[in-house]
């Protein structure tokens, strides 16, 4: 069955960084879309990062994370990847990655597959 293993959240400082990780399993991680999308306690899901299926591909933000975040993606290791810099207090929130084939999208329910997720929390 298919797997999506995200880890690397934890505690930091605003202005600080984290790397996260999804391992994959269970798929042709190669031929997927992926993506990050986090929640908020009482908040709905939202799209932080998308990478189209090849490894180097193209990759979207929204503005809140443009510049501070980057998604990348090993396909030889089916592992993907999201490095957060200069972190603020408002992007704590339990971080997801998912699959989904075909093209590029920010939407939640367009994703077939999902991670457990992993928390960040961003002190101020």
């Known amino acids: 069955q298919v797997q999506l293993v995200e880890s690397g959240g934890g505690l930091v400082r605003a202005g600080g960084s984290l790397r996260l990780s999804c391992a994959a399993s269970g798929l042709t991680f190669g031929n997927y879309v992926m993506g990050w999308f986090r929640q908020a306690p009482g908040k709905e899901r939202e799209f932080v990062a998308g990478?189209?299926?090849?490894?180097?591909?193209?990759?979207y933000f929204p503005d809140s994370v443009k510049g501070r975040f980057t998604i990348s993606r090993d396909n030889a290791k089916n592992t993907l990847y999201l490095q957060m810099n200069s972190l603020k207090p408002e992007d704590t929130a339990v971080y997801f990655c998912a699959a989904r084939v075909g093209l590029s999208s920010r939407v939640t329910t367009d994703y077939k597959y999902w991670g457990q997720g992993t928390q960040v929390t961003v002190s101020s």
């Open positions: 990478i189209s299926w090849w490894s180097g591909g193209s990759t």
